[in-house]
């Protein structure tokens, strides 16, 4: 199946920081990018649908200044998480449809960030 | 509004057979989806249904009623490693994934 990795797999930092996670389709093209963020025990809550040469379309109570989404390729796509605060530790995953009609997404293996 | 119900945990026993149900109501529907998800890590893709019936891969089956807005996934002959988190998703008519809480499943010896 497709490939989709995720950079880096686990980051901690201190309060007030930047931290980027890269998310790669790795042998395909990928126009759209699905950014997702999930608490222990819960759903997957949909943050954004990052869109390869456009603006990216957040979903209903995401910041969009603050969560800043960069699909600058067909293979790579960016979320960089601004001035970071506890609140915001969580699990990142993106995801990647291979086909015009979605029918299946590939995830990255995930970025747990851990914020101090 | 949209809404997929799946129970929070389910417990069986190693080596036999557990059936996990999802209920939706979506706008639009394009698909449903079960992925399998161990702690810690991303969802895996299990199964794909958009018509109504049952689909078997392997130890795996996934069957969907969309009258009913019913699925559910049959595993079979269950396994140590098959202790997961067991998640059911929708495509809604953007082709957007709306996503159930997970069903956590634990197997015992």
């Avoid at chain 1, 890269?22 to 759209?32: G, H, I, K, P, Y």
């Avoid at chain 1, 699905?34 to 025990?41: A, E, L, N, S």
């Avoid at chain 2, 079960?34 to 895996?44: L, S, V």
Wanted: aromatic share 12%; charged share 15%; with cysteine.
């Amino acid at each position: 199946g497709a490939v989709v990795s995720q950079h880096p797999s686990r980051v901690i930092c201190k309060s007030g920081t930047s931290v980027k996670i890269e998310c790669r389709s790795l042998d395909f093209q990928a126009t759209t990018m699905f950014w997702y963020r999930q608490f222990p025990k819960k759903s997957l809550m949909l943050m954004a649908t990052s869109n390869e040469g456009s603006k990216a379309t957040y979903e209903q109570g995401v910041e969009k200044d603050k969560f800043l989404i960069n699909h600058a390729s067909l293979t790579l796509s960016t979320l960089t998480v601004t001035s970071a605060h506890p609140e915001d530790s969580s699990f990142y995953i993106c995801s990647a449809p291979t086909s015009v009609d979605y029918n299946e997404q590939f995830f990255g293996p995930g970025t747990r960030l851990t914020v101090l | 509004g949209q809404n997929i119900d799946q129970p929070t945990e389910m417990t069986a026993t190693e080596g036999a057979i557990v059936q996990i149900n999802c209920t939706y109501q979506t706008s639009g529907f394009n698909g449903l989806f079960w992925y399998q998800q161990h702690a810690g890590e991303a969802p895996t893709f299990l199964s794909y249904n958009v018509l109504d019936g049952l689909e078997e891969k392997g130890r795996f089956s996934s069957f969907l009623s969309r009258s009913k807005g019913y699925s559910y996934l049959l595993l079979k002959e269950l396994q140590m490693k098959d202790s997961a988190s067991y998640l059911c998703a929708v495509g809604d008519s953007n082709y957007q994934l709306i996503w159930g809480a997970g069903t956590k499943l634990i197997i015992k010896p």
